[in-house]
């Protein structure tokens, strides 16, 4: 992993944070409490520490996406190359997953694990959650515990960012009226 560049940038939940190398997306960062802090926690772990650079056109396009995602648009962000080298196989299998997850639907840490082959794997793909380095690209926000309940969220705001991310994404789970339909109350 070589880690080019780093920007900032202003969505509709507040500034984020994109690092960037040869290989693709290394790293994004949700809000924070202040830009300072965006930026602090999008380069903790990454050596050597980046420069603030122009984003290149593809990671002008990922940040595009990340943009429409926060307002409301329904994007998956496949489009988008992430640079794995640094995670365990464990944590790219887990990511694989949650980035097939539509905008809009959800899972449960239990349902992934069942999909990676052990029920077991449940706790495991929540630390795997809380140490996803590309939030919103790899759509953490969209698995929860299981009943319905939000689980941790690592980013800035914690659960209540979560909670709004989905709301966004107009989120339901299963069959059920979305989390903040009228009809759901």
């Not at 793909?125 to 140490?131: D, I, S």
Request: proline share 6%; with cysteine.
């Amino acid at each position: 992993m070589s880690v080019v560049g780093h920007a900032l940038f202003d969505t509709a939940l507040g500034v984020c944070g994109i690092a960037w190398g040869s290989g693709g997306v290394v790293a994004v960062q949700l809000p924070e409490a202040d830009a300072a802090r965006t930026r602090a926690r999008l380069l903790k772990g990454l050596a050597p520490v980046p420069e603030v650079a122009s984003p290149p056109a593809e990671v002008q396009a990922a940040i595009e996406g990340i943009r429409a995602l926060l307002n409301g648009e329904a994007r998956d962000l496949h489009e988008v190359p992430l640079d794995m080298a640094r995670l365990t196989t464990f944590q790219r299998e887990v990511y694989a997953l949650a980035r097939a997850i539509p905008p809009g639907q959800t899972r449960t840490y239990g349902d992934m694990a069942h999909a990676l082959g052990d029920a077991g794997l449940a706790r495991a793909v929540g630390q795997a959650m809380g140490h996803n380095p590309f939030a919103p690209v790899v759509p953490c926000h969209r698995v929860h515990a299981a009943g319905a309940r939000a689980g941790g969220f690592s980013a800035g705001g914690g659960v209540a960012t979560k909670l709004r991310m989905l709301q966004v994404e107009r989120a339901r789970f299963g069959d059920a009226p979305g989390l903040f339909d009228e009809e759901s109350a």
